[in-house]
């Protein structure tokens, strides 16, 4: 029983300790919404394909005997399991669209950004607004 604890112990803190955050830089985050956006459209491609092609082979087998269309000794389960399975497909890659985003925008977040900002001088009696540049860092936590 103590071994039993013990190593629940120790599972537990060496699962906290490695899944902490990691201090990623706005290059990782844009290689990551990259490689999810294209896993993404592999996925919405390859499932669109094998959609299209499980209801092309149900509508031959269809077509092949035009008098009795749904015969007892056809059988629609390929297509019928081609069309889902590609659908699920095209459904799975919604996550993959939304986390490449979510990534996207994490990068664009944590950059620098050069703007020109306005400041007013008093010179005599009168206001100027002089432009000069500057540099803005913005992180949010």
């Known amino acids: 029983m103590k071994k039993v604890i013990t190593c629940f112990f120790i599972s537990a803190f060496s699962v906290c300790s490695f899944c902490q955050d990691q201090n990623l830089t706005k290059q990782d985050y844009l290689d990551k919404s990259k490689k999810q956006k294209s896993t993404a459209l592999a996925l919405v491609v390859c499932g669109g394909a094998i959609t299209l092609l499980g209801l092309l082979i149900g509508t031959a087998q269809v077509a092949s005997d035009p008098m009795f269309p749904l015969s007892d000794d056809q059988?629609?389960?390929v297509p019928s399991i081609m069309v889902g399975v590609g659908l699920t497909s095209m459904v799975g890659s919604v996550p993959f669209f939304i986390a490449s985003s979510n990534?996207?925008?994490k990068a664009m977040k944590a950059t620098a950004c050069f703007k020109l900002e306005r400041a007013e001088l008093l010179s005599g009696a009168a206001l100027h607004k002089?432009?000069?540049p500057a540099?803005?860092?913005r992180i949010n936590f």
């Open 130 to 132: 002089q432009r000069y």
């Open 103 to 105: 990534n996207k925008m």
């Open 135 to 137: 540099v803005s860092l």
């Open 75 to 77: 059988d629609y389960t």
